[in-house]
């Protein structure tokens, strides 16, 4: 049972384009989100998060948008540049939990 | 170091031998986790360590995987009689104590090849 849905395997963006990527859930205890980056043969790197209470996060060109109604949360990234070329992967976690669950993740690719 | 760092990198091994994989984690956090990355597959939860308390082992797929960390600092996931399933991308992450739903950071993982 996937608790944590990236439908899209992978994206391509035009530089410069906004570049979203969509993740579901099915666990409603989920109350903090995050997003995390990797480059291959590295480690995942956090990137942004939410917690429920919110439905918006922006930090310079990202931003998070969480749909806690649909159990969706989006990131958009703008303007999209080649290094941000990576997998994303979204997770989630429950109140006061340590444990993230990831989703499978979205190949972004942005092209020059 | 500065960051969670995994050695080794790499390892190709016969199946149904042990391997052990270890992690050191950034100084001064108490909570260490190991994930896995299969292909083509998410990251999956394997086992967490928070300071002195007993593990939550919940993610250990089989009675051959078994994870200590030894000190309070170090870690090592050794997986016996491994099997041509479990070749994936062991990570390891650790976060700072008390501060739940913060951001694990990462190390560069170990790539397993079981043959």
């Known amino acids: 049972d996937q608790q944590v849905k990236q439908n899209s395997p992978s994206l391509s963006v035009q530089e410069g384009r906004i570049s979203i990527l969509n993740c579901d859930y099915t666990?409603?205890?989920?109350?903090?989100f995050l997003w995390y980056k990797k480059y291959p043969a590295e480690g995942p790197t956090f990137l942004i998060s939410i917690s429920s209470i919110k439905d918006k996060n922006e930090d310079g060109r990202f931003t998070v948008f969480l749909n806690k109604s649909a159990k969706h949360l989006s990131l958009h990234i703008v303007p999209s540049q080649p290094g941000d070329s990576a997998v994303y992967f979204c997770a989630g976690s429950g109140a006061g939990s340590y444990q993230l669950t990831f989703g499978k993740g979205t190949k972004l690719s942005v092209i020059p | 170091g500065a960051g969670v760092s995994q050695s080794p990198s790499n390892k190709v091994t016969e199946k149904g031998k042990d391997v052990e994989l270890r992690c050191d984690p950034i100084?001064?956090?108490?909570?260490l986790y190991w994930y896995r990355q299969s292909l083509g597959q998410g990251l999956e939860f394997l086992i967490y360590f928070q300071g002195n308390s007993a593990p939550d082992k919940s993610g250990l797929p089989s009675d051959r995987f078994s994870a200590e960390r030894t000190g309070g600092s170090v870690s090592t996931l050794t997986i016996q009689r491994t099997q041509q399933e479990d070749s994936a991308v062991y990570l390891c992450a650790s976060s700072s104590l008390g501060q739940l739903n913060t951001e694990a950071f990462f190390g560069q993982g170990t790539r397993l090849t079981v043959v």
């Open positions: 100084s001064g956090h108490t909570a």
């Open positions: 666990n409603s205890m989920f109350d903090y």
